[in-house]
């Protein structure tokens, strides 16, 4: 079974950038897609981006596309998430999240995913 930890969260400025990690126990990472979601006060969780196993696909929300990118290091079991240009719509607790079921195929939907994080904590001051 995965396991998942996020890191890289904190207080930035509007127009600045994060990147966050989510470092994975268990050897059947480098087999199964990942993906970050976000949510925040109030309001449901959100897909963000997701990764295939291999790293040649992904899939982002169209909030963030072209600022964000998802990108993963099979060899150390980590999967990151660059921000950029970042608002204060970004705002949120982003989790990183693992689809076992899924290799090839980029899931998108938080019900395909079956393994969270706790969470890291993005604030963004405008």
């Known amino acids: 079974q995965v396991q998942l930890v996020e890191s890289g969260g904190g207080l930035v400025q509007a127009g600045g950038s994060l990147r966050l990690s989510c470092a994975a126990s268990?050897?059947?990472?480098?087999?199964?897609?990942m993906g970050w979601f976000r949510q925040a006060p109030g309001k449901e969780r959100e897909f963000v981006a997701a990764?295939?196993?291999?790293?040649?696909?992904?899939n982002y929300a169209d909030s963030v596309k072209g600022r964000f990118t998802i990108s993963r290091e099979n060899a150390k079991n980590t999967v990151y998430l660059q921000m950029n240009s970042l608002k204060p719509g970004d705002t949120a607790v982003y989790y990183c999240?693992?689809?076992?079921?899924?290799?090839?195929?980029?899931?998108?939907?938080?019900?395909?995913?079956?393994?969270w994080g706790q969470g890291t904590q993005v604030t963004v001051a405008s």
């Open positions: 999240a693992a689809a076992s079921e899924y290799r090839l195929v980029v899931p998108t939907t938080a019900s395909q995913f079956n393994v």
């Open positions: 268990g050897r059947a990472f480098s087999s199964i897609a």
């Open positions: 990764i295939n196993w291999t790293g040649n696909s992904r």
